[in-house]
Every structure is written in C-alpha cells, then in structure tokens.
C-alpha cells in the first residue's frame, strides 16, 4: 500500500465509517464497483487520497474527476458505483454563529448548501438557556428578526427555524415561563410577552430536542415516554431532534405512533453518526430508524452542522437508510416541494 501523499486527489475511493457502526474505527475505501475493504486509519488506499477536513469524521467523499498525481498508477477502469435508491436534497437542522459554539454565518451555511446541491436550508439556531447564563430581551432579538431573511438565496429555498430545548418531564420547553416587560429598546409593552410565543412566531418550524438531561434522572420509561407525546402537542414542533443519542429509555413504538399521528417527523441526524464520542448512540438510532420504516413514519435529515463545511453532507445518513432498506417515500426531505409542503400541512403557511 502506497503512503498517502499531500494534496492529492482520490481516484475513484470513498472513505467512511465502518458499516457496523457509522462511526469511524479505522477508515474504510470501498472502489467503485469493487467489494469494500478495511484499511488502518493513518493509512491510504492509494497514492490518490485526498486529505480533508471529512476525514476527522472517517467520511470523506472525494473528487474522483480530478486528475491522479504522476507519481500514482493509473487505475484499472471500474464500474460505476450503484448510486442510492433515495436522495436528500434538503438539511432541515444546522447552526450558525449564534449558537454560540458554531462558528459560521447564515450567508457561509446557505453558500454551503448550495455547495452540496441543496434545494432547500432549514437554519435552526439553539433556543436554549446554553445560550445565556441571564435571559433578556436584547439576547434574544435575533429570533425576533428572522423575518429579514431572504426566502431564495444562492439558489436555495432557506427556512425559519430553531432547536428548542425540553427541558422538564411535564414537555415544556425552554421560554415558556420567561416574560419581558420592555421591547429592545427599552419601552415598555403593554403587558408581559412571553418569549417562547415571540421566538415561535417567526420560525416556520421547531426542532425539539434534550441536551441537558440532568431533569430525567430517576425517570420511568413512562415518564419519559409522556415528556415526548407532550412536546408532539406544540403546534410549531415538527421534528424530534437526535432522540437516538441522548441515552433516554421511552417506548419507541408509542412515540413513533404520536409521530405519525400528528403527521410529524423523526430527525436522522448526521452528527448523532459520525462524531466519534457519540459511537454508543449508533445502535439506538438505528432501531429507531427501523421501526420508522416499519410503521411508515416519516423522517427529516439534519446534518446538525456547527460549521459550514459540514452543512448538507449526509453519508452516514445515507449508509444508515440503506442498511435498513428505509422507503424513499418516507424521507421527507427527499427535496424542497415534499419538504415545505410537511410544514404547511402541519404547522401552517410560511410568511413571505
């Protein structure tokens, strides 16, 4: 095996994580057309790897057009690899820098996007009290002006939205008992606004999610099981953020009902598979991936990015709905018009 060389460009390998777990142990490179095979994580496949800011992850998907390097053997000509029977041409779940522990602006996420042949961007900053150690009005005016973003930019139809902390085993979630006496500027209003209704009001959807769990400790399954019928009942939640990672016992099938009932979604969520201290999450999120298929409730894609570079990328996803032979008519963000029609018929009209 030839040592990997700087700067060059893959011919034709893709690295992932293992299929055994998404999260990466060593590098995989599978050719196209060619049964896959384990390589060690320092090595390469070929004098043609490419180094990349995937490769953290174990998931790069390289330019295999781009020319080999001299130095490298040409490659014998190989079949084309089978492409995936679904596509996902919408992220419904990324961060920007006002997530505080993201680091790129709305213009770089959407140019991102736009990068990765994405038709449709849902921006959904954290609503949560990791955010602010005192709650004001002022901190929280970036939710009360999502109304200036353009609805097409660079191409792509971008979306209003948040990640909403739950934060109690009752369903309520983060604002809920937050009220301000005085606008941004400092006059008074005329009586108490509600925070979680003014952040709500401007987004088309919310993705509700557990970061902090320390509220579940000692909980029943049924406890928990509740916490999530609950938080269905909001009618601007539409997606259940990573539930597969957060190490909560709930009755899957009981949720998944509610699910569809409400006809409302379960995020697959791409951080959730790649990050390497998340491993112990893969086995849950992907039971919770198989009984969706099986009871024909449907689910978003969210890449979960916290910097740009990640945004729109969805090769875990992807290996994780091949695996369980997930329904392409079940994947709501197969494109903009599926995507944004959800919405609509769940949660309402989008504003201009």
């Excluded at 011919?11 to 896959?36: D, H, L, Q, S, Y």
């Excluded at 954290?126 to 002022?138: E, K």
Aim: hydrophobic share 40%.
């Amino acid at each position: 095996m030839a040592s990997r060389t700087s700067g060059n460009t893959c011919g034709g390998c893709i690295f992932f994580g293992e299929r055994t777990g998404i999260v990466r142990t060593r590098n995989v490179c599978e050719r196209p057309g060619e049964k896959m095979r384990a390589v060690e994580k320092d090595s390469a496949a070929c004098d043609a790897y490419q180094a990349s800011p995937r490769t953290s992850f174990g998931l790069v998907r390289p330019n295999a057009a781009a020319p080999a390097p001299a130095t490298a053997q040409a490659a014998a000509p190989v079949a084309p690899r089978p492409v995936s029977g679904r596509q996902i041409l919408c992220d419904t779940h990324c961060h920007t820098l006002f997530s505080r522990h993201a680091y790129s602006t709305l213009e770089e996420d959407v140019r991102a996007a736009a990068a990765q042949g994405m038709e449709l961007l849902g921006v959904t900053d954290h609503y949560s009290r990791m955010l602010f150690a005192q709650q004001t009005v002022q901190d929280w005016q970036y939710f009360l002006n999502l109304w200036a973003w353009p609805r097409r930019w660079h191409g792509v139809r971008l979306l209003r939205g948040c990640e909403a902390d739950i934060i109690d085993l009752d369903g309520d979630i983060f604002g809920h008992d937050i009220f301000f006496e005085k606008g941004i500027n400092g006059s008074a209003y005329r009586r108490p606004h509600n925070l979680k209704k003014m952040a709500f009001e401007q987004c088309d959807y919310v993705i509700a999610s557990v970061h902090n769990k320390d509220f579940t400790e000692g909980a029943s399954r049924e406890q928990v099981t509740r916490m999530y019928l609950r938080v269905l009942e909001d009618p601007k939640v539409l997606i259940l953020g990573h539930i597969g990672r957060t190490g909560l016992d709930f009755d899957i099938d009981t949720v998944l009902g509610a699910v569809k009932e409400h006809s409302k979604l379960i995020e697959v969520n791409e951080s959730s598979l790649i990050a390497q201290k998340r491993a112990g999450s893969y086995k849950r999120c992907r039971q919770i991936v198989e009984r969706c298929a099986e009871l024909g409730v449907s689910i978003s894609f969210g890449s979960d990015a916290h910097v740009s570079s990640l945004v729109g990328h969805h090769e875990a996803a992807d290996a994780l709905l091949d695996e369980v032979h997930f329904p392409q008519e079940l994947v709501a963000c197969r494109d903009a018009d599926t995507f944004a029609g959800v919405v609509e018929s769940v949660i309402g009209p989008m504003a201009e």
